[in-house]
């Protein structure tokens, strides 16, 4: 008989356990992510996903717990998580509002070849339906360009491992079917998303899986349309219309 070859997933959260002073923000949460899968992180306000990737990204100290990506301890640093390929957008977008839409995916771009630095952002920009905006402050465009510029950012760096906060809040239908049109592209290139998400038909269209927290703890893993129908969702989100 043989053995099936193990694959080390992209991220594995193993046992997260975060709190702030007195209060339990996440209680034993463990979930993987694989290569060029999307994972959705849903649940009620208050219930840990923004801490999640808190933790991935070394912003918070876990009290418990392991984040490895690709078999090895998340790196503690942005040098680190730059080098191991992994990109963040934020819900507060914390674009350099004064300066223009390509200076600003150059930004994580540094260490790159100044010709090398160009051609990638380039690439991002023209992707997300930028290119035109290139010369503007990024201050002055309407939120939904905003937003794309601060995705276009963090795919600057060609990310392994593509965290998104909120990708969808304040957007229209038309801004939400492109933004899954590149969640799909960017996965069948092989990175890895994993997105924080309150608008769930957007969840149900772009995620291979889905984790509910509620209070901290994984109540639910798995399939979109499964994750819908657990009665235990169904209860934490009871008068609420997420998952209607
Ligand atoms: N820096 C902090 N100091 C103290 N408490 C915090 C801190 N960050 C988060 N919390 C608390 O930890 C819990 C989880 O917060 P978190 O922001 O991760 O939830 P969330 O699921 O992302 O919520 P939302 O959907 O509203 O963004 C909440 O009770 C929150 O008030």
Same mark, same amino acid.
């Given at each position: 008989?043989?053995?099936?070859? *193990? ?8 046992? /997260? ?9 996440? +209680? ?16 009620? +306000? ?7 990737? +808190? ?16 078999? *090895?301890?998340?790196? #503690? ?9 992994? @990109? #963040? ?26 010709? =090398? #630095?160009? @051609?990638?952002?380039?690439? *991002? ?27 276009? #950012?963090?795919?600057?760096? =060609?990310?392994? /491992?593509?965290?998104? =906060?909120?990708?969808?809040?304040? /957007? ?15 996965? @069948? ?30 109540? !639910?893993?798995? !399939? ?15 008068? /609420?219309?997420?998952?209607?």
């Amino acid at each position: 008989m043989t053995t099936p070859p *193990r694959t080390t997933p992209r991220l594995r959260v193993s046992g /997260l356990e975060v709190a702030f002073g007195g209060l339990t923000a996440l +209680n034993g949460v463990s979930f993987d992510v694989g290569d060029g899968e999307t994972v959705a992180l849903i649940g009620p +306000n208050g219930a840990g996903k923004t801490t999640v990737f +808190n933790a991935v990204c070394a912003l918070v100290r876990p009290r418990a717990g392991t984040v490895a990506v690709d078999g *090895r301890p998340a790196p #503690r640093n942005a040098t680190g998580l730059l080098r191991a390929g992994i @990109a #963040r957008t934020l819900q507060g977008l914390g674009l350099f509002e004064h300066m223009s839409v390509l200076e600003n995916v150059l930004v994580p771009l540094s260490s790159v070849p100044a010709v =090398d #630095r160009i @051609a990638k952002a380039c690439k *991002r920009l023209e992707e997300l339906d930028l290119a035109h905006l290139a010369d503007r402050p990024a201050g002055t465009l309407p939120y939904p360009e905003r937003k794309r510029v601060a995705l276009a #950012r963090a795919l600057a760096t =060609d990310p392994r /491992l593509l965290l998104l =906060d909120e990708p969808a809040g304040g /957007l229209g239908a038309a801004d939400i079917a492109a933004l899954a049109d590149t969640v799909r592209r960017v996965a @069948a290139e092989g990175c890895s998303v994993l997105l924080v998400e309150h608008h769930v038909d957007f969840v149900m269209d772009v995620a291979d899986r889905v984790v509910v927290l509620d209070f901290g703890e994984v109540i !639910a893993c798995g !399939a979109p349309e499964a994750v819908r129908t657990d009665p235990a969702v169904e209860a934490a989100y009871l008068g /609420l219309e997420a998952v209607a």
